[in-house]
């Protein structure tokens, strides 16, 4: 389990789940996101919160999809 997993568990635990969303829409790590996921699955934690379920979600998606670039 990575760093990040590690404090966002805590973080989540502590009941700011606010930052935790916050966080989980800035990373850039598709691998934590989903050891994040994993362990909420686990501790049984996503059916009870459904805000870090969407947001796990949607940073996946947006992380898998094309990115735009700018040509020169």
């Known amino acids: 389990m990575s760093e990040w997993v ?3 568990l805590a973080l989540i635990k502590s009941g700011n ?5 916050a966080q989980i829409k ?3 790590s598709s691998k934590d996101l989903r ?3 994993a362990a ?3 501790a049984q934690v996503l059916p009870k ?3 870090l ?3 796990i979600n949607d940073q996946l998606q947006a992380l898998a999809s094309p990115r735009l670039s700018r040509s020169p």
Do not use: N
């Open 6 to 8: 590690t404090k966002m």
């Open 17 to 21: 789940l606010t930052a935790a969303v």
């Open 26 to 28: 800035a990373t850039t």
């Open 35 to 37: 050891l994040l996921q």
């Open 40 to 42: 909420l699955e686990k």
């Open 49 to 51: 919160q459904k805000a």
């Open 53 to 55: 379920d969407t947001a």
